[in-house]
């Protein structure tokens, strides 16, 4: 199963890809002027170090061009990675008006997930306490096909509650906080976003059919004692 998606894939190779062209460079560049200006037979180079004097930059071996290039270029390239490295923040950042919303609360310590948490109202609950109680653990679209279904699963001893969305429907995850903040980690979408008391934030996915399986999700934002044991299971159904 692929983690993470086309969009993070691509960035991932891309990293690689410059990496690799960057460590080549710099290898070449190593052993050319480690080879180029080894001391041969004894001799000194052309410069004897006697003649540097402590706290006066020898200005004679100074190469502002060569200096500028590696100040630049390097800059260029920073500048270039960071900008691409936005895309999975944008792409998961980026609301869809049709993906189907399932709220995700953290609590000290566990999850309280729903399946429709924007039935009864018009707008979006004011605040995650209003949702305690009447979670609804399925959700039919008006095809009558099942989008999002919540169940439990024993992991290691514990019960815990397993998420289950279809593959290719796109879904924005609501995220509250009852107490402190916490961060739900979908581990193998590369996906997490903090949730933080008295505000809503949000992230956006469509599980591809290459995820069809379950994976775990964790709390990544330490929240005390039982942090530790804030997982719940998704699994993505055709
Ligand atoms: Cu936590």
Redesign the pocket.
Known sequence: MEAGGDVFWSLFNEFNIWAAIVFAIVMVWLFYNTLKFRSSDNKSLEFESDEFIPGVFPKENDNLKMELTWTIVPFILIVYLTYIAWGPIDEMWSSDPDAHEISMTGNQ?YWDIDCDPLRDTAEAPESSVEMENRSATMFYNDNGILICEITTIEVEGQIKPLLRVKADESYGFLLYSNDVT??PFFLDWGLKEDTQPGMETRLYYTPSMDEIGSSLLM?T???GKD?GY?TAVVEVFE
């Open positions: 310590w916490h961060a709390c934002e330490y929240c942090h804030m």
